[in-house]
């Protein structure tokens, strides 16, 4: 049999709960890295919403959906604000603005 891997790197053989078990452990394990920004967060731009991260400290939801339009947009700046954010990473079509 073949050895074939998904393109997340997932082996293929593995079922559903397989794969959710090890996604869960993937997303849970400390990668080591150190922090640099702490009142950072990060903005992933898109053409309908925007999804924001803030340090999970900061929010019991610390990843949130914000649509395009004005009200949103202030509404996600009182949220960064409330959240102790100062500074923000935002990507948006694979390029990255800091």
Known sequence: MEH???PDG???CFSAC???AWRRQVVAADPGLTVVHA???GIDVGNESHYVA???DRDSNPVREFGCWTAALNEMAEWLKSCRIE???M???G???V
């Open 91 to 93: 990507q948006a079509t």
């Open 18 to 20: 397989e794969a959710l």
């Open 39 to 41: 009142d950072a967060g």
């Open 95 to 97: 390029m990255a603005y």
């Open 4 to 6: 074939r891997e998904e």
């Open 87 to 89: 500074t923000v990473a």
């Open 10 to 12: 997932l082996p293929a």
């Open 54 to 56: 803030v340090p999970p």
